[in-house]
């Protein structure tokens, strides 16, 4: 039945719910009694498919296209709210670059209300240190300080890049900027964003101690209450500093004067993996311009990206604080090899850790590769071992450790945890048995005493992994106390992880994650620092530098005054300029090196990458789907010189939960125009399409 709505205001409502892309808005007639009330960026309860659902206002007009019945806003959801302008502008452009749908973006930025809006103070503990440790930094790193906090607060610098080694100096950069930009804007409200939750109470306990009570946090692992109470917090102003992970960019902030991301080359914590797969440095870089807000991004090794942007921007710049150098050594294992010393450990680290056994000092071990080895093959017709879900090589892994931990977590900040360690006797003996498992599903099964392909039985696992490091030196070291720290050390629950009851500590990344303190270690040792470097990806270099010199940072922040550290990195490509640039501690040898490489073969920041992931159960299906797109964009672009296009090809990945999987490339120079007819054929991919701008690899 067709009806005239003119009499009535009409509101254009984004459903706070998942969406197909082409669905972004819808009207709804305002009832006569919302008309003095109602708002755009105001949050309303609609109809939507006989259930009830919020939605925001995005207009308010006095006509509609839509010939047919309008539903009508149930009611207005808290009134006094309506979204700042610039979060909705913020929204509208990731619709654009991100090719998602806006509603469900829209569902990122709206938390869901709770039946139950306040908190019971009784129920709700408070982890406040009061009696923190003080901020202490050289007397050479002063100068340096003052400069750097002086320079951030020039009303023309926007764009900053602070280039640090030591976070106490960070903390001090920090706590005095935003104390200055508090006393001239009494009304400005600072986000700062952190990689992941356990990094919050760091800084957290710092920031409280100078601002108490003037702090909010946000971070997905909050309860609906809690995260509800936060964000009215930050609405209404009673929040000067926000404090939260990715998703905290989303946060309410109506006088955004600052915006700081923490340790900005972590990106992994920074970027979605699932749609809309938006990361954070972009949104924060758009966010800034859109608010008028300065930005700021840290790094103990900055990305290629903001470095380079930092460098070419007119309202930039990059502030390096002091650095101290520390002792590394470079050992050549090629050298081992030809002194007929296979093992995994050279001569030179063995002995280094033989002395500092002898003189009760304490050692970390570093290799960032789970499992016993890497991959699993017959010797006799080179059958490769596969995980049947993803056709990844099964890796082989000895039983868990039963380590026992206890967890403790405090509401305040809330879900942050403390792995302990219980009682040895607890410990299980280390086990020889070990399966065979792929760590991308979890798939596991038993080691093979045949090959199913010609029979045979020889079969050997080949590659290193942290349990065959952790293996071999407890041959070496017998009597040493020896911990092996990785996802496969079994977490149960306890008191504070005493690592220094052991005298090694052998650890990947997860290392660093957890147990988030200034170093114990006289000696740190990396097994393979070519274990990332030689992955086939553009970022694999940058991923290097940046992991081993957090490492070596992380050497120098001792918990006391001793003598810094000795570092040997063991590698098989000493001549290589990222192993030069950590030997020299030179971000700038660096950096010159992989920019010439970046702009030779045309990566990032010298193109905007798209990847284009089609999935799905049926592998012919995936074929002809990825042929067929490609063909379209080739035909569109045949001779274009600033649009490239790259496969189908076979991802690293090539099947995921028992869907086949080929990818395409987009390469998109700075002078290529991208035309409507492209954006919309990207718009119009169904739904087993994956859609990911700047993805972080592209293998």
Not at 196 to 225: E, G, H, R, V
Not at 305 to 317: G, L, V
Not at 475 to 484: C, D, G, M, N, V
């Amino acid at each position: 039945m067709k009806k005239s709505n003119e009499q009535q205001l009409i509101a254009q409502v984004i459903p706070i719910i998942r969406l197909p892309k082409h669905l972004i808005y819808f009207d709804y007639l305002v009832p006569k009694k919302f008309e003095h009330q109602i708002k755009i960026n105001q949050i309303v309860e609609i109809p939507f498919h006989n259930r009830k659902i919020n939605g925001i206002v995005i207009e308010i007009k006095n006509k509609t296209q839509n010939k047919f019945n309008l539903k009508t806003i149930n009611k207005i959801i808290e009134p006094e709210i309506i979204l700042p302008k610039h979060l909705i502008k913020l929204i509208q452009w990731m619709k654009d670059y991100y090719y998602t749908s806006l509603p469900l973006i829209s569902k990122i930025i709206f938390p869901e209300i709770p039946k139950r809006k306040l908190l019971d103070n009784k129920k709700q503990s408070i982890l406040i240190h009061k009696n923190i440790k003080n901020l202490t930094v050289s007397k050479k790193s002063l100068p340096k300080i003052k400069e750097t906090i002086d320079s951030i607060n020039n009303q023309q610098t926007k764009y900053v890049l602070l280039h640090y080694q030591n976070w106490q100096e960070k903390l001090i950069v920090y706590i005095k900027i935003i104390k200055q930009l508090l006393n001239k804007n009494l009304k400005g409200q600072i986000l700062i964003i952190v990689p992941q939750i356990t990094d919050i109470q760091k800084i957290y306990n710092y920031l409280n101690y100078y601002f108490p009570d003037q702090i909010a946090i946000l971070n997905n692992k909050l309860s609906k209450t809690f995260f509800w109470q936060e964000w009215q917090k930050i609405y209404f102003q009673k929040a000067k500093i926000i404090l939260g992970t990715r998703s905290a960019i989303f946060s309410p902030i109506q006088n955004l004067s600052m915006i700081i991301v923490d340790d900005e080359e972590s990106l992994s914590e920074y970027k979605s993996e699932q749609n809309p797969r938006y990361n954070v440095q972009k949104l924060a870089e758009k966010l800034s311009e859109f608010a008028k807000a300065k930005l700021i991004f840290s790094s103990q090794a900055p990305s290629i990206e903001i470095f380079y942007n930092a460098q070419n921007k007119s309202t930039s710049t990059i502030f390096c604080l002091y650095k101290k150098k520390s002792n590394i050594k470079i050992i050549n294992l090629q050298d081992e090899w030809q002194k007929k010393n296979y093992s995994l450990i050279s001569d030179n680290l063995e002995e280094a850790i033989k002395q500092n056994l002898e003189k009760k000092q304490k050692i970390f071990l570093f290799l960032n590769r789970r499992g016993a080895g890497t991959i699993i093959k017959c010797q006799d017709c080179k059958y490769l071992f596969k995980c049947p879900n993803c056709q990844l090589p099964l890796i082989f892994n000895y039983l868990p450790t039963q380590i026992s931990y206890e967890l403790r977590v405090t509401s305040y900040p809330p879900r942050l945890a403390h792995f302990d360690l219980l009682s040895s006797a607890k410990q299980a003996a280390f086990s020889e048995a070990g399966k065979l498992i792929c760590f991308h599903c979890n798939f596991t099964q038993n080691i093979p005493t045949k090959c199913p392909h010609c029979q045979g039985v020889n079969i050997k696992t080949f590659g290193i992994g942290i349990q065959r490091v952790e293996k071999e030196i407890k041959k070496l070291f017998p009597e040493a106390k020896i911990l092996r720290i990785d996802k496969d050390t079994q977490i149960s629950t306890s008191y504070k992880l005493q690592v220094t009851s052991y005298d090694i500590i052998i650890g990947t990344q997860f290392f660093f994650k957890q147990f988030n303190q200034p170093s114990i270690f006289n000696l740190i040792g990396v097994i393979s620092a070519d274990s990332l470097l030689y992955r086939p990806d553009f970022r694999s270099s940058e991923k290097t530098f940046q992991q081993l010199s957090k490492i070596i940072n992380w050497a120098n922040i001792q918990q006391s005054e001793v003598e810094l550290p000795i570092v040997i990195i063991q590698t098989h490509s000493p001549e290589n300029y990222v192993i030069q640039a950590l030997a020299q501690q030179n971000y700038n040898f660096f950096y010159n090196s992989e920019i010439e490489m970046r702009k030779k073969f045309n990566y990032p920041p010298f193109c905007k990458l798209i990847k284009l992931i089609y999935q799905n159960s049926d592998f012919k299906k995936v074929e002809k789907e990825t042929n067929e797109l490609v063909d379209k964009l080739k035909m569109y672009f045949s001779s274009s010189k600033t649009f490239e296009v790259i496969g189908p090809i076979s991802p690293m990945i090539p099947k995921i939960k028992e869907k086949y999987r080929k990818q395409i490339i987009l390469k998109i120079y700075p002078t290529f125009h991208f035309p409507a007819s492209i954006k919309k054929l990207l718009n119009e991919l169904d739904e087993n399409w994956i859609i990911d701008t700047d993805p972080l690899e592209i293998i």
